[in-house]
């Protein structure tokens, strides 16, 4: 049986690493993105076991949620594994933070985890087995000036993760978090020098990460059947 790895917010970044390393192993992969994913991402799929599929929806809307989920079950019978990748940032210091971006950001990081949590639960319930992974961050965990709403989005994944965790482990369903720190993406691309050089001289290992550490930390969660309701923290020593 080939397993299903339904993985949101996979067309780029870390995302789309995750997707590549499952794919590449033998898993039923289903990127996600609210667009179609390029044909250049498709590309990147080209020699695996597996062909990859995709399904487009917006995982901060309940219902699109939903229809996410319903088509992965109507096409391949299954969902054996979420991750919940989607995220957004909104910057900016509370006293300027307009509440659309606190509200953006909540609704897509953490309502979307929700949303899609809430609909894949019941069909991982029936094959009494499954793997949901969120994806968190450092800053949910120390916080970061700058980035309130992302920081609130980031802890209240850990809180969803581990009550989730206690309600569905009786059914051989793990849920896990990976929380991690600063990875090199098009985003810290992007950054100037200066702030490159500041950020990495608060990492205790002097590097950023890479996407591939992350995807190989979902891939030990994805083979442990008996880790659940815990935190696993990729940032090269920055909170310690």
Request: with cysteine.
């Amino acid at each position: 049986m080939v397993e299903v790895a339904l993985i949101t917010g996979s067309s780029r970044g870390i995302g789309l690493e995750i997707a590549k390393r499952l794919a590449k192993v033998g898993y039923q992969v289903v990127l996600n993105g609210r667009r179609e994913i390029s044909e250049e991402v498709l590309e990147q799929f080209s020699n695996v076991p597996v062909p990859v599929a995709q399904v487009t929806g917006d995982v901060s809307n309940f219902d699109e949620a939903k229809a996410i989920v319903g088509e992965v079950i109507d096409r391949f019978g299954r969902v054996d594994i979420l991750i919940n990748n989607a995220g957004i940032t909104r910057d900016g210091l509370i006293m300027r933070m307009k509440e659309a971006d606190f509200d953006d950001v909540l609704n897509t990081n953490l309502k979307g985890a929700f949303n899609m949590c809430r609909h894949v639960t019941q069909p991982m319930l029936k094959q009494r087995a499954g793997t949901i992974i969120n994806m968190s961050s450092v800053v949910g965990l120390i916080g970061n000036a700058g980035q309130t709403n992302y920081a609130a989005s980031k802890a209240g994944l850990l809180g969803l993760t581990k009550a989730l965790a206690r309600e569905l482990s009786s059914r051989h369903i793990t849920v896990n978090a990976i929380a991690p720190g600063y990875i090199e993406t098009e985003m810290t691309e992007s950054l100037s020098d200066r702030v490159k050089e500041t950020m990495l001289s608060q990492i205790p290992l002097k590097r950023f990460g890479q996407a591939e550490e992350i995807a190989k930390t979902v891939e030990f969660l994805i083979d442990n059947k008996y880790m659940t309701g815990q935190v696993l923290e990729v940032n090269g020593g920055l909170n310690m």
